[in-house]
């Protein structure tokens, strides 16, 4: 079972992006599905959340309004919408699942870089 992250890139200021996050070998309805992202020389910061089949979601205060999570449970994927990037969004952005019950199981993909630079 893994997850794979997509979607990076080099954006301008301002800029929009979506990252893709696909998941083999177990179902993401059954899982929590969460962004995460580390810039250089800080700390891995979480980002948003989606909850299992009713899609709940919460996001971090930092991009409140401007990133957006959702999912496509028949697609196996998880999207994170970011709009209005700023030169601080500037990281690798990983996709975490963990399991809602059962076994504690819990994947973390190899992230994708997302450069915003003028």
């Known amino acids: 079972a893994q997850v794979v992250e997509s979607g990076g890139g080099l954006v301008q200021p301002g800029g929009t992006l979506r990252l893709s996050c696909a998941a083999s070998g177990f179902p993401v309805s059954s899982y929590f599905m969460s962004w995460y992202r580390q810039a250089p020389g800080k700390e891995r910061e979480f980002l948003a959340e989606?909850?299992?089949?009713?899609?709940?979601?919460r996001y971090a205060d930092s991009i409140q309004g401007r990133f957006s999570i959702s999912r496509e449970n028949a697609l196996n994927t998880v999207y994170l919408q970011m709009n209005s990037l700023e030169l601080e969004d500037t990281a690798v952005y990983y996709c975490?699942?963990?399991?809602?019950?059962?076994?504690?199981?819990?994947?973390w993909g190899q992230g994708t870089q997302v450069t915003v630079s003028s």
């Open positions: 989606s909850a299992g089949l009713g899609g709940r979601t």
């Open positions: 975490k699942a963990v399991a809602m019950r059962g076994r504690a199981l819990i994947y």
